[in-house]
């Protein structure tokens, strides 16, 4: 995969976000394939749509791009705070790409796909609203808190200049599916859960390792009154799915 830029389509412009978003939008459309299906090219959608910035000619998945200068390990950026949380709730989000890039060395250093099953409102961060002198007084932003997203719904497409093989990115992706929810409160314990369960440093655990963070899910989650019952619940969900497996008596393994 060309990582590379193409300076000689931004010569005309003049400022840098927009030279930004050209080069990194162009990026997309020459060099990157379909993360769900492996189709050799995505394109972009012909004017700005409220939603989506470009689709998959095949599978008709849509993407959104955020890019920018330097590292996309714990936030980035994005628009406005409610219409984010309506397009969570609403499930009318698209997939998200987030890109990493070098100015000095024109080219792309980081990208990975976050499926669009593992936004939840809890990653949507407030931003405080735009000082009263502002040009848009008042409006409130919001970052997405990349490091709250578990590790299976972070698939690295290029890391650190290096870009990962095609297949096992469509793999991943795939096998990241099997955790679609679409109800957005169930959602939501699914991956408190999962994250409990990779915090857990080694993969056999018991019970009473997950049941450690029953007081941090019921601060979470007031409005449940059986936390280790739904503990349990996900644990199965997880098992049904593949991702661990019951050993007995209450002890699991996570399956890599
Ligand atoms: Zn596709």
Known sequence: MNLKFNLDIVENYHSNTQKARVL???????NLYCPRCGHPNISHFENNRP?????CPSCS???????????????????????????????QNPDFLFMNYSKEQNCVKDLILIPKHFFVPDI???????????????????NILIDKIPV???????????????MDVVNLVNKSNSLVVS???????????LNCVNQIPHDVFGLGDIYQFAN???????????????IRQQLQFL????????????VYRKIQ
Not at 51 to 55: I, K, L, N, R
Not at 183 to 193: F, K, Q
Request: aromatic residues 8%.
């Open 24 to 30: 990194t939008e162009s990026w997309v459309t020459e």
């Open 51 to 55: 939603v989506a910035d470009f689709y």
């Open 61 to 91: 998945n849509e993407f959104e791009l955020k890019s920018k200068k330097g590292s996309i390990q714990h936030k980035v950026n994005d628009g406005a705070y409610e219409t984010m949380i309506q397009r969570i709730t609403s499930n």
């Open 124 to 142: 949507i961060e407030k931003r405080p609203p735009l000082a009263p002198t502002a040009r848009r007084a008042g409006w409130v932003g919001c």
């Open 152 to 166: 299976q719904g972070r698939i690295d497409i290029v890391t650190n200049g290096q870009s990962k093989p095609v």
């Open 183 to 193: 109800n957005v409160s169930a959602r939501g314990w699914l991956m408190d859960v």
């Open 216 to 230: 941090s899910l019921a601060i979470k989650h007031p409005q449940n009154n059986n936390i280790e019952a739904k």
């Open 239 to 250: 098992r049904d799915k593949g991702y661990i497996e019951f050993l007995g008596n209450g």
